[in-house]
């Protein structure tokens, strides 16, 4: 009823910048929060960061400074503009978010993935 699709990840070298999209679709009454989360090789996934309707955010600390997350609620998309990206940036970056879906209620989606790969 509900999907998340994810765009925008790639090959960038150290230093540079990359722009994630992530649109939802489907019978959306709200959405409540969206986010970003990755996951590299052998390791748990972890948040990135997340961002309310009404704007307020949350951020790892090992990307604070550097990625900036948005959103454009007409649109139900949510954005991670990356830059200054370091090697250990690189995993799969999964798009997340907590929407109101009409006649279920409030449900969690994830994304398929986008691959980040930082490397020179």
């Known amino acids: 009823q509900v999907q998340l699709v994810e765009s925008g990840g790639g090959l960038v070298q150290p230093g540079g910048s990359l722009r994630l999209s992530c649109a939802a679709s489907g019978s959306i009454v709200s959405i409540n929060v969206m986010g970003w989360y990755r996951q590299a090789p052998g390791k748990q996934r972890e948040l990135v960061a997340t961002?309310?309707?009404?704007?307020?955010?949350v951020q790892a600390d090992s990307v604070k400074g550097r990625f900036t997350i948005s959103r454009d609620n007409a649109k139900n998309t949510v954005y991670l503009q990356m830059n200054s990206l370091k090697p250990e940036d690189t995993a799969v970056y999964f798009c997340n978010a907590e929407i109101v879906v009409l006649y279920k209620g409030q449900i969690n989606y994830w994304g398929q993935g986008t691959q980040v790969t930082v490397s020179s």
């Open positions: 961002i309310t309707t009404g704007g307020r955010t």
